[in-house]
C-alpha cells in the first residue's frame, strides 16, 4: 500500500459572486457594512482585489466616514491600490451588478463559509507537514493537530458578536430560577456549605485552585468535591499525578462507608454496599504519573468528548510538566495554570487544580497568604478561585477529629473569607461542622 502525497488538483473554496454580492452591497448602502463588520474579516475574502475594497471600508468605518463608491475610490487611491483593487470601472460594476443590500448578511455567511473551508484545508497542510517532520513528541504533536482544530470551530461558533440583549435575556432568566429556587446555588455545588455559601457553586469555565501544605488535606476536600459533584451527576475527570488508581477507589469506598481506610486497603474489610454504590458514579481517572500538559489537554478533550465531563480535578499541578527543557520552574507553572484556565474555557468545564503552598507559609498554624503559592504568581493570577487550608499547632484528641482552618482567599465574582471542615483522619474524609441555617459559615 502506497501512501498518496500529493492531493489531486482541486479547486480551493471560495465563491466569486458573493464575494462581489457583499462587496456591491457596501457601496450602494452606506449602512450595510455595520450587518457584516463583526462577522467578516479582510482575508475572509479570496479574491485579492475584493481584500483591499473591503479593509478601504473598514478604515471608513472606523474613522466614521461615509461608505460609497467615491469615498472607497479615494481611501484605495490614498493607498496606491485603486489599480489593483480593478480601478473606477471595477467599482461602478461592482455597484451596478447589486440591486439591493438586503441580502448582505447571507452573501456574507456564503463568504465565511468558504474562509473556514480554506482555513481547514490549511489546518490539516500544516497537520500533515507536521507528521511527515518525524515529531518525537507524538503527544505535542497531536495536542497541536487538536488545537488548530479546536479554534476552527471556536471561530465557526462565534464568529459574530453578541449583543447585550441577548446577555440581558439570559441574565433575567438566571435571577429568575434562582428566585424560584433561592436555596440552591447557582453553579456546581461542591457539597460543602462552608465554600458554596463563597461561590454560589462552581462556575463552568473557571479555575479553582485549593492550596495547602502537605498533609493538610487537600487531596481529600478534592476527592470528597468530586464524590459530592458525581453523586449529583456531573461528570468528573480525575487526573492524579500522585496516587494510583487503586489508591483513588480505597479513597471513595472510604468516603462512601463508615469502615476505616486502612482496613479497606489491607483487604481487611469488604464494604459491598459501598462499592456497589460506587458502580455507576461518573468519575473517571487517569493515573498517569508525570503526565504533560499538553497531554492532560489531549486527554481532556477527548473525555469531555465523549463523556460530557463537567469537573476536572488536577492532583496536583507542580507534578505536571511542560515537556519544554529552555524553561525556568516559574515559567513551567505560568504555563501549565494558562493551559488549565484554557481548559476550562475551552471545554465550558470547570478545572479544580491542586497546589503546594511554599514553605514561607509555615507550619505555625498561621493563615496563608496568596502570595505563599508555590513556585510563581501565575497561580494567582490564573485562578478565579483560590481555597487555602491550614491547621492549628494544637494536637487533636485521639479518636476526635482535626479540625481544618480553611478560607477562599481569591474569589473573582464574589467574596472571600474563611470557614472551618471537620477531618476524619481514619477515613480521610471531610464534614461540615455548620448548620444549614443560610448563615455565614462557623
Known amino acids: 500500500m502506497t501512501l498518496e502525497t500529493r492531493a489531486p488538483d482541486r479547486q480551493v473554496p471560495f465563491d466569486e459572486a458573493a464575494e462581489q454580492q457583499v462587496i456591491g452591497s457596501l457601496l450602494i448602502d452606506r449602512d450595510a457594512i455595520f450587518k457584516i ?6 482575508d475572509d475574502f479570496y479574491i485579492p482585489r475584493h481584500q483591499r475594497i473591503y479593509d478601504a471600508a473598514q478604515a471608513l468605518l472606523e474613522r466614521r466616514e461615509r461608505i460609497d463608491p467615491l469615498t472607497i475610490q479615494m ?39 468558504r474562509a473556514i473551508l480554506r482555513r481547514l484545508l490549511g489546518a490539516a497542510t500544516s497537520i500533515a507537514a507536521d507528521a511527515y517532520d518525524e515529531p518525537t513528541d507524538i503527544p505535542l504533536a497531536l495536542d497541536r493537530a487538536e488545537q488548530r482544530l479546536f479554534a476552527l470551530r471556536d471561530e465557526s461558533a462565534n464568529a459574530q458578536l453578541r449583543h447585550i440583549t441577548a446577555s ?31 461561590t454560589e457553586g462552581f462556575t463552568v469555565g473557571d479555575l479553582i485552585v485549593m492550596a495547602a501544605r502537605p498533609s493538610v488535606g487537600k487531596t481529600s476536600l478534592a476527592l470528597g468535591v468530586s464524590f459530592n459533584v458525581a453523586r449529583r451527576g456531573h461528570p468528573v475527570l480525575l487526573f492524579s499525578l500522585e496516587m494510583d488508581a487503586k489508591q483513588i477507589v480505597s479513597r471513595y469506598l472510604a468516603l462512601n462507608s463508615r469502615m476505616d481506610l486502612l482496613a479497606l486497603r489491607t483487604g481487611n474489610i469488604i464494604d459491598t454496599e459501598a462499592a456497589a454504590a460506587l458502580h455507576g458514579l461518573p468519575v473517571f481517572i487517569d493515573d498517569t504519573p508525570g503526565i504533560s500538559i499538553m497531554e492532560l489537554r489531549t486527554k481532556a ?25 529552555d524553561e525556568n520552574r516559574v515559567q513551567e507553572i505560568a504555563t501549565i495554570t494558562r493551559n488549565l484556565k484554557s481548559l476550562a474555557r475551552e471545554l465550558g468545564v470547570v478545572v479544580i487544580g491542586l497546589s503546594q503552598l511554599s ?11 496568596l502570595s505563599t503559592l508555590r513556585e510563581g504568581g501565575s497561580l494567582e493570577q490564573d485562578a478565579d478561585i483560590v481555597i487555602m487550608l491550614w491547621r492549628d499547632r494544637e494536637e487533636t484528641p485521639a479518636g ?43
Open 75 to 113: 481611501e484605495l487611491a490614498r493607498r496606491e491600490e485603486l489599480d489593483r483593487a480593478g480601478g473606477q470601472a471595477y467599482l461602478r460594476a461592482l455597484a451596478e451588478s447589486v440591486a439591493t443590500a438586503a441580502e448582505i448578511d447571507r452573501y456574507g455567511r456564503v463568504v465565511r463559509d
Open 359 to 369: 514553605r514561607a507559609a509555615g507550619d505555625s498554624g498561621g493563615e496563608p497568604k
Open 301 to 325: 478533550r477527548r473525555a469531555s468528548t465523549h463523556e460530557k465531563i463537567e469537573v476536572i480535578i488536577v492532583d496536583y499541578i507542580q507534578l505536571i510538566r511542560t515537556g519544554e527543557d
Open 168 to 198: 440581558l435575556q439570559s441574565n433575567y432568566e438566571h435571577l429568575t430560577d434562582r428566585m424560584e429556587r433561592p436555596f440552591e446555588v447557582s453553579g456546581i455545588p461542591s457539597g460543602f456549605r462552608e465554600i458554596d455559601y463563597y
Open 400 to 442: 476526635a477529629p482535626r479540625l481544618i482552618n480553611g478560607a477562599v482567599a481569591k474569589n473573582r465574582n464574589g467574596p472571600t473569607g474563611g470557614f472551618q471542615l471537620l477531618f476524619e483522619s481514619e477515613q480521610a474524609k471531610f464534614f461540615s461542622k455548620a448548620s444549614d441555617d443560610g448563615g455565614p459559615p462557623a
Open 37 to 42: 463588520a463583526d462577522l467578516l474579516r479582510v
